[in-house]
């Protein structure tokens, strides 16, 4: 059964902090995402990575930046966290089959709150 | 830009109702199609993924059905249960990202 697993699943921090949101899969997927959930928009993809080191730009990547150094985990980080970031973020991980990506597989989701 | 609508956004039905549930998109170029589920405060769980040559796929009691050339997909519920109550989001597959509907958050009542 494949599993992804988030670091916390509420946050509160204030404006300006700097935040880490953490992210493992125990299934050696190649491709992992970050999104965040917002009333009435749905699921946003923020970035995504298809291998270690590597990582591309989603629809909003504007305030946040990632880390992937190990295959297993793809960190999502705001480097000063502001009240309009204030969602839910969810994690995604996924197989690559035939050179298109397979189903994705996510993560229980963390709620943060910037005050 | 594909773009994804669900309609409606919010549903609620008695217990024993068959339902359909709508999604469409503005870009036929679509590699699959997927359906989730999302409980309250949780992740999303797949339900069903249609590939783009694939017309239908069924699980239990759901079916999901797939139009390409006009840019639609339904996903049927038979026999609706209260513990069916949750928000559906369809998904797009382009080739290297899913777009997401808003959702449809449904409620069925005992």
């Known amino acids: 059964d494949v599993k992804v697993t988030q670091s916390s699943r509420y946050l509160v921090k204030r404006t300006g902090e700097k935040v880490f949101l953490e992210c493992v899969q125990d299934?050696?997927?190649?491709?992992m995402f970050w999104y965040r959930q917002d009333p009435g928009l749905g699921l946003r993809l923020i970035y995504f990575?298809?291998?270690?080191?590597?990582?591309e730009k989603g629809d909003i990547p504007e305030g946040y930046s990632v880390s992937r150094e190990k295959k297993e985990r793809f960190s999502l980080i705001l480097e000063s966290a502001s009240t309009n970031q204030t969602s839910m973020y969810l994690c995604?991980?996924?197989?690559?089959?035939?050179?298109?990506?397979?189903?994705?597989?996510f993560g229980p989701g963390t709620r943060l709150t910037v005050l | 830009k594909q773009e994804v609508t669900q309609i409606p956004a919010a549903l609620s039905v008695p217990e024993g109702e068959n339902l359909v549930l709508n999604c469409s998109f503005t870009d036929s170029a679509i590699y699959n199609l997927q359906w989730f589920r999302q409980d309250p405060g949780k992740g999303l769980t797949s339900l069903l993924l249609?590939?783009?040559?694939?017309r239908e796929q069924t699980s239990g009691r759901l079916n999901a059905s797939l139009d390409k050339s006009s840019g639609r997909s339904t996903l049927y519920i038979a026999a609706s249960q209260p513990g069916d109550s949750a928000t559906y989001l369809c998904a797009v597959r382009g080739y290297n990202k899913l777009i997401f509907g808003a959702g449809t958050r449904l409620a069925v009542h005992p």
């Open positions: 249609i590939q783009s040559s694939q």
């Open positions: 995604a991980s996924s197989p690559v089959s035939d050179g298109v990506l397979d189903t994705q597989y």
């Open positions: 299934m050696d997927h190649e491709n």
């Open positions: 990575s298809y291998d270690v080191k590597m990582k």
